[in-house]
């Protein structure tokens, strides 16, 4: 089933497994039917675990909660809202015409996201679910045909963010990238999963109820369902949908070598690196070398080819445009080709600043004139530096001002009526102004398609550059990235926390169908200590992808800096791992033709033992082999977990 609707200031209310309701703001005040605020009104409103946020924008109060129709009663329960939508009240739009299988706004056109979903085409009375719509066609169901129920127990409200974002100072801020995905273990351990097909900014909340709020600021609401009933199921049906993992090649699961300020060749040859940071270009410029600290770097590159090694180059989105005129050929034929974004003139470049000194243009993806650019422009770099593969960096699209020059127009495109809960509530935060323009719209509608759109294009160019299966690293992604590249976790710390999450993310992207998956072992930021690093390099010689990598200014970390008795440990794990491999190159080919997860929760395997629900200390490398590894400081072994007995 397929459900537009048009969504721009409404909320879209998705109750996990109960009930679907497409809310606008109630118009009870006009009707003179709104409840609560009085101590006697508010014991007799909807139960506090059944809130749904009114008022999700800060700045909450009685007055303009009701203002907006909506019923206010205080709390002690944390997080849960205290402007909520009255249940009863008569809100919400009513759906016309046939509702069976497509409810669509015919008076205003809106984005959709331009991805194709392959469905495997059952009949909507062949399919394992029913929906069922109340009267009013208002509220519809979702039932599994087998057990009537798709329901789940949530303890917690929590809210996320989804926009695509450069850095990351909270938990649940928004991130690189949008996969407005998720994958649901139901009580009796039957698994689902719904992707939002949406790439507009957008915040999701979890409630006790259980309900799951999403609310989008534009494009359609496309969802889709997968029932599984396994969670390897329903992973399997999402890739199906959305385009299987691409294969990697075998020489990519090797150990990888990285940092950002190697500075010179001569460093680089003492640690037989293997990805560039920025610092291989000439003054951070795509597509040059540095020809006095790096002088001798392609000659380099073919002995490392000869020893059996491969390299990884980093290109960045923005071109400087002050070089000098006829000096700067990526620049010179862009502004040729008219490939760049433009502001919301449609015909003048958007100018922002980043790595490159000067000012930058940003070339626009969606743009078929810019793949053949970019396509050109890949091949004929592969004859100065014999690269592997590429990868791309700061492609939210990161700028390091709110908005390109001279700053965002205040208008209802950059400022929108409502703003989901991003870093600073700023479209313009560290990227371009919502109302450039892209080839496929508004930069508002394509923003978090930018590393998505880059992605596809950089994997056929590796590939016909090298006659290989391409190498592409992404740092932003979006639904079915994973079809034309991997990912690492970005730019964490080197923290004992960051370690730990890596194994959530790492969980996270197999759902997403991005198997090719790992965070920078050692951490990227703030120097690392030994025995972290030593712990990290453990536990990461069973990333699928795995990395050490290190920012500019920080301490060596690579596994040879701390001395004989730590290479010696980082060797037997790494040992492990390589007489693994067989063993993981086969999840991929799996993961690749059928759409397995190659890493997997315990619950994800084991879904009837209800223990493993909340483990995200450990994972699986296909069904057959458990990872469990010391997350935390001074200790020497893992502790019994209290639920599984797993030691
Ligand atoms: C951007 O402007 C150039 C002219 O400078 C034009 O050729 C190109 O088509 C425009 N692209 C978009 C998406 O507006
Ligand atoms: C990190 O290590 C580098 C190199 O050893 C050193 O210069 C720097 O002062 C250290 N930084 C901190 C915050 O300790
Ligand atoms: C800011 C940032 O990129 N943080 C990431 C660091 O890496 C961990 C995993 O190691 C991620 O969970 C964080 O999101």
Known sequence: HKIHMNIVRSHCLFLCGFLWSLTAFPPCAA??????????????????????????????????????????????????????????????????????????????????VPLKIDSPGVAAEDTSYDVEFTDDSSHFRIKRKSTGTLTKNMKKWQSQAIHNMLFMFQPFANLYGVHPFYMCVEDDSNAHGVLLLNSNAQDVSLSPNPSLTFRTIGGILDFYVFLGPTPENVVQQYTEAIGRPHMPAYWSLGFQLSRWGY????????????????????????????????????????????????????????????????????????????????????????????????????????????????????????????????????????????????????????????????????????TLCPDSKTYLGEHYNTHSLFGWSQTAPTFHAVQQATGKRAFVLSRSTFVSSGKHGGHWLGD????????????????????????????????????????????????????????????????????AFFGEEFAKISRATLRIRYSLLPYLYTLFFESHVHGNTVVRSLMHEFTSDQQTRGIDTAFLWGPAFMVAPVLEEASTAIKKHHHTGIK
């Open 263 to 430: 500075g010179s060749i001569d460093v680089l040859k003492e640690t037989d690196v293997q990805h560039l940071d920025i610092d291989y270009m000439e003054r951070r410029l795509d597509f040059t070398y540095d020809k006095e600290n790096f002088a001798g770097l392609p000659e380099y590159l073919q002995e490392l080819k000869k020893a059996g090694m491969h390299n990884i180059i980093i290109l960045d989105p923005f071109i400087s445009k002050d070089e000098e005129p006829g000096t700067y050929r990526p620049y010179d034929l862009g502004e040729e080709m008219g490939i760049w974004v433009n502001n919301s003139d449609g015909v003048t470049p958007a100018v922002g600043q980043a790595w490159p000194p000067g000012n930058a243009v940003f070339p626009d993806y969606t743009n078929p004139r810019t793949v053949e650019w970019w396509n050109q422009l890949c091949l004929e770099f592969k004859n100065v530096l014999d690269y592997d593969g590429i990868w791309i960096d700061m492609n939210e699209p990161s700028n390091f001002l709110q908005g390109q020059f001279p700053g965002c127009a205040d208008n209802d495109i950059n400022n929108p009526p409502y703003i989901p809960s991003i870093s600073d509530r700023s479209l313009a935060e560290k």
């Open 492 to 559: 964490n710390f080197s923290q004992w926390k960051d370690m730990h999450y890596s194994i959530i993310g790492m969980l996270e992207f197999n759902l997403f169908g991005m198997p090719y998956i790992g965070a920078d072992i050692c951490g990227f930021n703030y120097n690392t200590t030994y025995e972290l690093c030593l712990r990290w390099m453990q536990l990461g010689s069973f990333y699928p992808f795995s990395r050490n990598h290190n920012a500019e200014g920080n301490m060596e970390q690579d596994p």
């Open 31 to 112: 009707l003179g039917q709104c409840r609560g605020s009085s101590p006697e009104q508010c014991s007799r409103a909807v139960a506090v675990q059944r809130r749904v946020d009114c008022h999700p924008q800060p700045g909450a109060t009685q007055e303009n909660c009701e203002a907006r129709g909506c019923t206010w009663c205080t709390t002690d329960v944390p997080n849960a809202p205290w402007c909520f939508f009255p249940e009863d009240s008569p809100y919400g739009y009513s759906l016309g015409g046939n509702a069976e299988k497509t409810i669509y706004d015919p008076n205003t056109e809106r984005f959709e």
